[in-house]
């Protein structure tokens, strides 16, 4: 009876859970190695970028900076390269030699060719003189061809290209003005210009303004004796055009600090010295002057 009273009773199982001891936590090596690839693809990229931005000399200075001249031949410790000792302390990047730095100019020069200056010392002061007289050169005649283009495709100056002198002095590019036998530029005893005149003035203003070079400007007279009003001569009246001429190249555009003097000559530098009283004798002289012609500071010697 009573394991039959015992059979009607529930079965009760006890479940146990072993935990299985494994390797458990591996480390932060992986971080390390990480940190190591992440190091050397950004010193990689580093490299090529040097190598895209530098140029041949500079490459070099590089190489010569990191070649080592001179080794060590002393011994010590384990009698190894290190001696024993390691370059690092433990947890730091310390040095007992510091860290090297490289210093680049690697800004690039627009007006440098690739063989200036390549495997010399600095240039003197002629050499240095000669290299501006040369670039102002090469942007005067530009400045020429696109002067005579601008009024060869105008249509309203086209016909004033007979009144319209361009030529090198030794002062610089001198654009020229000039009257002609029927074709005057300003009215006769007036500082007045005609409005084709201030066309002219406002087209050369437009290609002028595309070099940064000092501007002169000067009038001219013929030999004609004129006298006005008070003593008003041929000195007043070339200074006066000159001023007006002035005037219309700053409305056009062209900064004032770019005009380093305006002056009236009357009839003592003409055009046709032998022919005085030539019309072409009446003109106004616009003058871009040669940076080469101011003084050039040579460099102090290291």
């Not at 990480?34 to 490299?47: C, G, I, N, P, S």
């Not at 105008?154 to 030794?170: A, C, G």
């Not at 009257?179 to 290609?207: C, I, W, Y």
């Not at 041929?234 to 409305?251: F, G, K, P, Y």
Request: glycine fraction near 8%; avoid cysteine; charge should be neutral.
């Amino acid at each position: 009876m009573a394991e039959e009273a015992g059979s009607n009773q529930p079965i009760i199982i006890i479940k146990k859970i072993r935990k299985v001891q494994g390797d458990g936590h591996h480390g932060g090596a992986w971080k390390v190695a990480y940190a190591d690839f992440v190091t050397a693809m950004m010193a990689f990229f580093l490299l090529l970028w040097l190598l895209n931005v530098t140029t041949d000399v500079q490459k070099k200075g590089i190489a010569d900076y990191f070649t080592p001249t001179s080794a060590s031949r002393s011994e010590s410790g384990a009698g190894r390269i290190l001696g024993g000792r390691t370059l690092v302390t433990e947890g730091s990047r310390i040095s007992e030699y510091g860290v090297p730095s490289v210093t680049l100019a690697i800004a690039p020069n627009e007006t440098a060719t690739s063989d200036d200056n390549l495997g010399r010392g600095p240039l003197n002061e002629e050499e240095l003189r000669k290299q501006i007289e040369e670039r102002e050169q090469k942007a005067f005649e530009q400045t020429e061809a696109a002067l005579r283009q601008a009024i060869e495709t105008s249509p309203e100056l086209n016909e004033l290209r007979r009144n319209i002198l361009v030529d090198m002095t030794p002062e610089g590019l001198r654009i020229q003005i000039v009257d002609q036998q029927n074709q005057s530029m300003f009215p006769s005893g007036s500082a007045g210009m005609h409005e084709r005149t201030r066309l002219l003035l406002q087209k050369v203003s437009q290609v002028v303004m595309q070099l940064p070079n000092k501007i002169s400007i000067s009038g001219h007279t013929d030999a004609t004796p004129f006298r006005g009003d008070a003593g008003y001569g041929n000195w007043e009246l070339s200074a006066d055009r000159a001023n007006a001429s002035r005037r219309v190249l700053v409305e056009a555009g062209l900064p004032v600090p770019r005009i380093q003097q305006v002056v009236g000559k009357a009839d003592q530098e003409p055009l046709f010295a032998n022919d005085r009283m030539n019309p072409s004798n009446r003109r106004i002289a616009i003058v871009l002057l040669r940076e080469s012609q101011q003084a050039v500071v040579p460099a102090r010697p290291n």
